[in-house]
Nanobody, 123 residues
Framework: QVQLVESGGGSVQAGASLRLSCAAS????????MVWYRQAPGKEREFVAG????????NYANSVKGRFTITRDNSKNTVYLQMNSLNFEDTAVYYC????????????????WGKGTLVTVSS
């Protein structure tokens, strides 16, 4: 069974940093486009960052560009999201998702989703 397990969330003050991890199992990780999404209370799910199979291409939401960095380690079947200069607008549940057969980063293209990890940023 495919599993995506996020970790690294927590409660921090504005300006702090967190590193999220997503450990994948049950799929060929190196063939999967990996994506981070987030959902804040009362808001729709939002794309955060995506990374191609080899890690050669990345994409970021404008709201996190320059602050967040997505990376992957195919030898460890893990994708990371380094989050710097966190602010209150970053408060959300962060979800890891995988597109096992394509290159798209849109939610409808994702085959598998993790259960999420909560990030809370206080001012």
């Amino acid at each position: 069974q495919v599993q995506l397990v996020e970790s690294g969330g927590g409660s921090v003050q504005a300006g702090a940093s967190l590193r999220l991890s997503c450990a994948a199992s049950g799929l060929t990780f190196s063939r999967s486009t990996m994506v981070w999404y987030r959902q804040a209370p009362g808001k729709e799910r939002e794309f955060v960052a995506g990374i191609s199979r080899s890690g050669g291409s990345t994409n970021y939401a404008n709201s996190v560009k320059g602050r967040f960095t997505i990376t992957r380690d195919n030898s460890k079947n893990t994708v990371y999201l380094q989050m710097n200069s966190l602010n209150f607008e970053d408060t959300a549940v962060y979800y890891c998702a995988a597109n096992s057969g394509g290159y798209s980063w849109v939610p409808d293209a994702m085959d598998f989703w993790g259960k999420g990890t909560l990030v809370t940023v206080s001012s």
